[in-house]
């Protein structure tokens, strides 16, 4: 019989395998084991880490299948420990620095948004996340760090998407680029815009220059409460909408109506959160996204309902490997919510 007590007491003690994977991270730990395995001593010499400490700590991960445990007070690295690394395709790592930062803070008020429904960040921090980040450039730049690890994945439905006849696509709370990147370098004929917040736009522009791209893209900054900018065929939001309540999500689909011609195309890259009870990531980023944000993940049904009140019907959707591409049209355009 499953011993339920002590399941319960990992369950618990969860934040200490994240904190733990943080730390070693931090101390560039991955990487030093990247070429091959290496002894306690080597390791923390290098690394500038107590030896006993870093072995204590590397037998917490190798509990975890991120390093083995061998023979001479020797680790390796696992296949599933090198998405620690930051330069392995798919990493991690940022996401890790992440998760350890001011969301993990805001995550030990976590009971103010079971209370409200409402941001704990705010209550910690005194403002909500976006704003924030705008005056602290280092997390600000370690949160696009992060969501640029992600996007690798999470952007291949849209890449696969049939993107057929469109001209200009613009990407709408862009980031620093990354996704615009690789999308115009897989599609020759497209053009880009990339639109973020100002002090993030200047980022994107690096990104796109270096990527030998500048001369296909433009990047604008501003508030997309406010307007987003016109001249798209295609307007893309991704992981924009699951950040924000329904009625600040609804205004921002507005927003991309107003700026999009009749027969424009509405590209959402999200999660879909499964109706059944069974365990699912989109249901713990649905809680991280109120913890930080007082945003949701929504099911099917709940994209459906948000698309029809920003003047959208779903036309269509694409399972990829971390999200979902939901497609969607101007609703006088005799599309039908569910058709
Ligand atoms: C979760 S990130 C997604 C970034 C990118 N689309 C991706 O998929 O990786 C949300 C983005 O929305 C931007 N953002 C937040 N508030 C905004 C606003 N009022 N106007 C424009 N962009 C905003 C943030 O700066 C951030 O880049």
Redesign the pocket.
């Known amino acids: 019989m499953a011993d339920a007590n002590a399941d319960v007491r990992r369950k618990i003690m969860g934040f200490i395998v994240s904190q733990a994977i943080h730390a070693v991270c931090e101390l560039e730990i991955p990487e030093r084991l990247a070429a091959g395995p290496a002894t306690t001593a080597a390791l923390a010499e290098s690394a500038g880490a107590d030896a006993d400490a870093l072995r204590r700590f590397l037998r917490v991960l190798a509990a975890e299948d991120l390093v083995t445990q061998e023979p001479g007070d020797t680790f390796a690295l696992t296949p599933a420990g090198r998405l620690l690394c930051a330069d392995e395709p798919g990493s991690l790592r940022h996401f890790a620095e992440l998760m350890s930062g001011e969301a993990y803070v805001a995550w030990s008020r976590a009971a103010h948004s079971l209370r409200t429904g409402e941001a704990a960040f705010d209550a910690v921090y005194g403002s909500p996340y976006?704003d924030w980040?705008a005056g602290h450039p280092e997390e600000a730049e370690a949160?696009?760090r992060a969501?640029?690890g992600?996007?690798e994945l999470?952007?291949l439905p849209l890449l696969e998407w049939s993107w057929g006849g469109a001209g200009t696509v613009v990407?709408?709370?862009?980031?620093?680029g990354?996704?615009m990147s690789a999308l115009l370098a897989a599609r020759p004929e497209l053009k880009g815009v990339v639109?973020?917040?100002p002090h993030?736009v200047d980022e994107a522009s690096r990104t796109l220059d270096a990527a030998g791209l500048g001369d296909r893209a433009r990047c604008a900054g501003?508030?997309?409460?406010a307007g987003v900018p016109d001249g798209g065929d295609v307007y893309?939001?991704?992981?924009?909408l699951?950040?924000w309540a329904d009625d600040e999500a609804v205004a921002i689909l507005r927003r991309c109506r107003e700026a999009m011609p009749g027969d424009g195309v509405l590209l959402l890259?999200e999660q879909v959160v499964p109706e059944d009870g069974g365990p699912h990531p989109a249901k713990l980023l649905d809680l991280h996204m109120l913890v930080l944000l007082g945003g949701r993940e929504r099911t099917a049904g709940e994209w459906e309902a948000l698309l029809g009140r920003g003047g959208f019907g779903l036309a269509a959707a694409a399972q990829g490997p971390r999200s979902t591409l939901i497609e969607a049209r101007p609703l006088h355009h005799g599309v039908t919510p569910g058709s």
Not at 222 to 225: E, L, V
Not at 236 to 240: E, H, N, R, S, T
């Open positions: 976006f980040l949160f696009n969501q640029a992600l996007v999470r952007l990407d709408v709370g862009g980031g620093n990354v996704l639109f973020d917040l993030v501003g508030d997309f409460f893309v939001l991704a992981q924009i699951h950040d890259l």
